[in-house]
T-cell receptor, first 114, second 117 residues
Framework: KQEVTQIPAALSVPEGENLVLNCSFT??????LQWFRQDPGKGLTSLLL?????REQTSGRLNASLDKSSGRSTLYIAASQPGDSATYLC?????????????FGEGTQLTVNP | DTAVSQTPKYLVTQMGNDKSIKCEQNLGHDTMYWYKQDSKKFLKIMFSYNNKELIINETVPNRFSPKSPDKAHLNLHINSLELGDSAVYFC????????????????FGPGTRLTVL
């Protein structure tokens, strides 16, 4: 059974700092890994998706890496801003079939202080 | 031009009632999902439908019955609501298309916060 763990559970940083969020998963037989952002009382916004054959994806100040063999992914946020404050969720997709589930971690709650 | 929409956004009801949550996507996706986010913010899959057919049915009480009238809609009906059903329910959709750069990316609706009193 796939389990996804995110460390740390909460993180508070001053504005402008670069930071790394960690995600680990127990079963390396994944199809892809997706990072989401969730604002309080809101839905999930997809940030980055990494296919199992890829090692990283970048979007603006965000960079996500994937090391499938060790069961790890990191989300790097450069030059953090107060608007980055949210909960960041990591989720892995089991296999290449329609409808296969995403297994989520519990999230990292990020606060960027002005 | 909302991609995945859910109604209602908030639902407050008494124990024992029956209620429905509706979900619609206009992305042309063929797969839709229901997830439950509990009070500890942990998200867990409940159901998945592909082309109107049930693909995933996790260990969910059979008081929960999903219905997919067409590929763009996946509704969730809950009978005899219990206190423990209070949670935020998220609908999501994706397109199963292997080989594409962003294939299988799941897009989520805004959620329905259900409170059972």
């Amino acid at each position: 059974k796939q389990e996804v763990t995110q460390i740390p559970a909460a993180l508070s940083v001053p504005e402008g700092e670069n930071l790394v969020l960690n995600c680990s998963f127990t079963d390396s037989a994944i199809y892809n890994l997706q990072w989401f952002r969730q604002d309080p009382g809101k839905g999930l916004t997809s940030l980055l998706l990494i296919q199992s054959s890829q090692r990283e994806q970048t979007s603006g100040r965000l960079n996500a890496s994937l090391d499938k063999s060790s069961g790890r992914s990191t989300l790097y946020i450069a030059a953090s801003q107060p608007g980055d404050s949210a909960t960041y969720l990591c989720a892995v997709k089991a296999r290449e079939t329609s409808g296969s589930r995403l297994t989520f971690g519990e999230g990292t709650q990020l606060t960027v202080n002005p | 031009d909302t991609a995945v929409s859910q109604t209602p956004k908030y639902l407050v009801t008494q124990m024992g009632n029956d209620k429905s949550i509706k979900c619609e996507q206009n992305l042309g996706h063929d797969t839709m999902y229901w997830y439950k986010q509990d009070s500890k913010k942990f998200l867990k899959i409940m159901f998945s439908y592909n082309n109107k057919e049930l693909i995933i049915n996790e260990t969910v009480p059979n008081r929960f019955s999903p219905k997919s009238p067409d590929k763009a809609h996946l509704n969730l009906h809950i009978n005899s609501l219990e206190l423990g059903d209070s949670a935020v329910y998220f609908c999501a959709s994706s397109l199963w298309s292997s080989g594409r750069a962003r294939s299988n990316e799941q897009f989520f609706g805004p959620g329905t916060r259900l409170t059972v009193l």
